[in-house]
Structures are given as C-alpha cells and as structure tokens.
C-alpha cells in the first residue's frame, strides 16, 4: 500500500493551496480517507475525512468553511482544498486510509502518507 501526498509549499495568508494523496495497493473505494497535520512542537491533529463513497466528509473546526476535502475513485485520488489559509495552518499535511467508513482519530487509519509541508506566511 501506497500513499504519495502532493502539492504542499509557501502561500501567502488568505491564499489557497490544492493538496492531493495518490492512493495504491488497496481498494481505494472501500476505504475511508483522512487529511492530518502536524505542527512543529505539536501532536498531529485531524483536519478532515470522507468516506469511500465521498457522500459524508467532516472537518475540524478549526478549517470548516475554508477547506475542503474530496476524492476521485475513478483514479484513486483524494484531495484537500485549502482556502483563505493562515499562518497557523502551517504544518506537514498527511493523508491516511482507514478500513471503516470515516475516522477523525488517527488511531483508526491503518495506511499514511509520507506528508506534505504546507507554509502559510503572514
């Protein structure tokens, strides 16, 4: 099992950045798909899910209304749109699969990313 995270870098605060995890080696569809992060001197916390089928997603509180996570089973893809971005979202992205329908605790993903780091100057 595979998952290559992508499209992390520098942005300015109150611009946008498109995450995107290329997902192998498992059946993409029957997994539920997590976006965490990690902040220097801090514990990962959970950003966003989905579940296999993409109908039900949940968001921390912290990014609701600005971020949005979204996945394409045609082509094992899961995505994390970041918008209106602040310094305190700075932190390594990572993406992580789960064999239930969705988890917002990173105990419950079996399958994680290498991360992508996400820099949000003020």
């Known amino acids: 099992v595979q998952l290559q995270a992508s499209g992390g870098g520098l942005e300015q605060a109150g611009g946008s950045l498109r995450l995107s995890c290329a997902v192998s080696g498992l059946t993409f569809n029957t997994y539920g798909m997590g976006w965490f992060r990690q902040a220097p001197g801090k514990e990962r916390e959970f950003v966003a899910a989905?579940?296999?089928?993409?109908?039900?997603?949940y968001y921390a509180d912290s990014v609701r209304g600005r971020f949005t996570i979204s996945r394409d089973n045609a082509k094992n893809l899961l995505y994390l749109q970041m918008n209106s971005l602040k310094p305190e979202d700075t932190a390594v992205y990572y993406c992580a699969a789960a064999r239930i329908p969705y988890a917002t605790t990173s105990k419950s993903y079996g399958y994680w990313g290498q991360g992508t780091q996400v820099t949000v100057s003020s």
């Open positions: 989905i579940s296999g089928s993409g109908g039900n997603t």
